[in-house]
């Protein structure tokens, strides 16, 4: 299983690193182009920090925190059955974090670029890596939810009402 996570995370990392370098040799800093008017746009910006900007200018320790939550994930890994919605999960999550991680070592900082508005308000700008991490978070808590995990609670349920 970790396998294939690590392969669907190889093809998010390029995805994520394809368009991050076409955004950054094809706009300024702080300029949008509108591709739906008043909800959608591309905006080239360079996160420091983390979500949200939290943290800002602190690169070393946001790339211990990435390396660290890897190594725990591909520890974490282990104790989920194998089946297709962990393996995506694992592996937009690994993609995820190394698509950040590899800007921040690079450039010391991410390239941002995923622009949404909601009448006045401005979300917070993002990325394809941002996008992936979020799909595997939801598909991780939906598997631990459903018991996918090895020790889940539906399985112990299930094995509670068959012992009656």
């Not at 995820?96 to 909601?118: Q, S, Y």
């Not at 799909?135 to 459903?146: E, M, P």
Request: hydrophobic share 50%.
């Amino acid at each position: 299983m970790k396998r294939r996570s690590l392969i669907i995370g190889l093809i998010v990392i390029f995805i994520d690193q394809f368009a991050k370098l076409s955004i950054d040799n094809s706009f300024f800093l702080g300029e949008s182009l509108p591709l739906i008017k008043n909800f959608l746009y591309v905006t080239k910006v360079y996160n420091t920090g983390a979500s949200w900007s939290m943290f800002s200018g602190m690169l070393n320790m946001l790339i211990v925190i990435s390396l660290f939550a890897f190594v725990c994930f591909i520890y974490y890994q282990d104790m989920f059955k194998i089946n297709m919605r962990n393996i995506l999960a694992f592996g937009f999550i690994y993609g995820g974090l190394f698509g950040n991680l590899i800007d921040r070592i690079d450039r010391g900082a991410v390239i941002d670029f995923i622009h949404l508005k909601f009448g006045t308000y401005n979300f917070p700008i993002f990325n394809f890596a941002d996008i992936a991490l979020v799909i595997g978070f939801i598909l991780l808590v939906i598997s631990l939810w459903k018991g996918d995990d090895k020790h889940g609670v539906k399985s112990h349920r299930r094995h509670r009402r068959t012992s009656r």
